[in-house]
């Protein structure tokens, strides 16, 4: 596996021990053994996939203590605030969301993005624009405005999709007519 224009790397059995032995799963561990061999990252990987050693990742158990830190957070918070707070990438969290049966979506009266365009039947860019028309009303979850293309990290109330529902009923798909109370 190559970029275009550079070689492929050739490999010796020095170095596939070399890979078999410090190989840990990890795209840094895989980029420290190609600085040291003169190779990329993904020639590494590329390497210890044929070797059949990729699945040798190690992961970090969750305690019972995490699941419950977990199953208290997840209906505060977004997936990406819980990972910082727990020391965890957002794919563990949500992972593990799944395996404790936890909903992300049983929030104590707000919403996120994603959750505004499911219930009022939307895409995220639709929502974007309602948001940056001053339409719909929220907040984000850290100080700082998240980008446009996330999907987790602005807080809507209750109250503010019901006022936007009310405010701006032509926005709303045919599919979701019965949702405008006369």
């Known amino acids: ?4 224009g550079q070689r492929p790397h050739g490999w010796t059995d020095e170095e596939r021990d070399i890979v078999r032995r410090d190989f840990d799963g990890t795209d840094i561990g895989a980029a420290r053994i190609g600085a040291l061999l003169g190779a990329t990252f993904r020639a590494v990987k590329y390497q210890a996939a044929k070797m059949g050693i990729c699945s040798r990742i190690t992961r970090r158990p969750w305690s019972d203590a995490e699941d419950e ?4 957070l997840i209906t505060r918070f977004g997936v990406d605030h819980i990972a910082k707070l727990m020391g965890r990438t957002a794919n563990a969290v949500t992972t593990r969301a799944k395996v404790l049966g936890l909903s992300r979506r049983g929030r104590d009266g707000w919403y996120n993005k994603r959750d505004v365009g499911d219930v009022l039947g939307a895409t995220a860019p ?5 948001i940056q028309a001053g339409w719909l009303k929220g907040r984000p979850h850290t100080n ?8 987790a990290a602005w807080h809507f109330t209750e109250a503010a999709v019901r006022r936007f529902i009310i405010e701006h009923p032509g926005e709303l798909t045919g599919r979701n007519v019965d949702m405008v109370e006369s």
């Open 144 to 151: 700082t405005v998240p980008q446009q293309g996330s999907g």
């Open 69 to 72: 830190q977990l199953a208290e």
């Open 1 to 4: 596996m190559t970029a275009r």
């Open 126 to 130: 639709r929502v974007q624009r309602w």
